[in-house]
């Protein structure tokens, strides 16, 4: 990506809504590109606040019902599991997820969920459902929205 007039291939410090990026998701948009210009046919999705995406190719964890955004304590879908579905609540994650786990977004096809700090300032967007992450970090994340 160049910016425009400076010759510059560095990828910008903030999105498109003005969040500065961290240096992991500007290498992960960075390796996204890449593969794009490579021509390669799998999906490179980027790093998330909270970790990695993965694709809609992965299947739903077992205890994720269908219409459910669900959060875990733990890596791989494993841990204690949080399954949140009503729209527009802002749903506060459980206590002591300070820092690893993982999530899926389970809901209808092309929906998707949003993770906001403690001032309920937005942070990430899923890709649309389904998606996960499943290393994913809740250290940034205090609050979900499902939809």
Request: glycine fraction near 10%.
């Amino acid at each position: 990506m160049t910016r425009a007039g400076t010759g510059d291939h560095r990828l910008p410090d903030r999105d498109t809504e003005g969040i500065t990026m961290s240096p992991r998701r500007r290498t992960s948009i960075g390796l996204a590109m890449a593969a794009a210009v490579a021509g390669l046919t799998t999906a490179v999705v980027p790093a998330t606040a909270a970790g990695t995406s993965t694709t809609a190719a992965q299947a739903a964890p077992g205890n994720c019902p269908k219409l459910y955004f669900c959060g875990y304590s733990k890596a791989n879908y494993q841990g204690t599991p949080w399954k949140i579905t009503k729209c527009n609540v802002y749903y506060e994650i459980p206590d002591g997820w300070n820092s690893g786990g993982s999530w899926y977004n389970n809901q209808s096809a092309g929906t998707v969920a949003r993770m906001y700090d403690k001032n309920k300032k937005l942070i990430y967007s899923t890709p649309p459902a389904p998606s996960g992450d499943p290393t994913g970090d809740w250290g940034p994340v205090w609050y979900v929205k499902a939809c």
